[in-house]
């Protein structure tokens, strides 16, 4: 089977803090790993994707992902927030045995001014 | 290029109606898939197509669901009759590779 757990469905940073959000997977074959968006009234988009290349992985708006195999993680960090950061952020894991991409329950983000 | 595109937007329906959601691909995608996301809890895996066949569609919830695709172009998921637990958004997704998907807006359905 494989699954994913996102830590925290709500988190809320400052504006210009670190935005970390943390993802667990478990995939009993080597997975892609995805980080997707959904800001309001709009559809998920793709943010950063691991398919067993580099371990860090660089994403639009500044958003960067760690593979640690070890760890079972890929979380989601930004240095620096900022107001637009405000949306859903999901993890998602596909792995080739299930052929299909399985997501986290989601996490919002809000940015404090 | 244009991305994948879901219709209508919206949809509000009354209990026992039926509903016909739309999406269309990217174009060159052969594979389509179906999720829904019931509020509150993850977005979760329907059905996807391989050009116009169905090649798994163990997520569909009950057989008042009935997805389509003709031609291998656009599909449709059409709920018949629908029931209060069938609200929620309707995401569709189409990829070349498997595991890189890309998503329509989505179709929120609400069954009052």
């Known amino acids: 089977a494989q699954s994913v757990t996102q830590l925290g469905s709500h988190v809320s940073v400052s504006e210009g803090a670190l935005v970390l959000l943390r993802c667990n997977y478990s995939s009993s074959v080597p997975p892609y790993l995805f980080w997707y968006v959904q800001y309001p009234n709009q559809g998920l988009q793709l943010l950063l994707k691991y398919t067993s290349a580099a371990t860090l992985v660089k994403g639009i708006n500044g958003f960067e992902a760690e593979f640690k195999k070890s760890e079972t993680s890929f979380h989601l960090t930004k240095p620096s927030a900022h107001m637009s950061d405000a949306a859903e952020y999901f993890c998602a894991v596909f792995s080739g045995g299930y052929q299909k991409v399985t997501f986290g329950t989601g996490t919002k983000l809000q940015v404090i001014p | 290029e244009a991305g994948v595109t879901q219709f209508p937007s919206h949809s509000v329906i009354e209990k026992g109606q039926t509903v016909t959601l739309r999406c269309d691909p990217i174009?060159?995608?052969?594979?389509l898939y179906w999720y829904r996301r019931v509020m509150g809890k993850e977005i979760k895996f329907l059905l996807h197509f391989v050009k116009e066949s169905k090649q798994d569609e163990s997520g569909m919830p009950n057989n008042r669901f009935l997805a389509e695709r003709t031609g291998g172009t656009y599909s449709t998921l059409k709920v018949q009759p629908a029931e209060l637990e069938d609200s929620g958004v309707y995401f569709c997704a189409s990829s070349q590779e498997q595991y890189e998907q890309y998503f329509g807006p989505g179709t929120r359905l609400t069954v009052t």
């Open positions: 174009s060159g995608h052969d594979n």
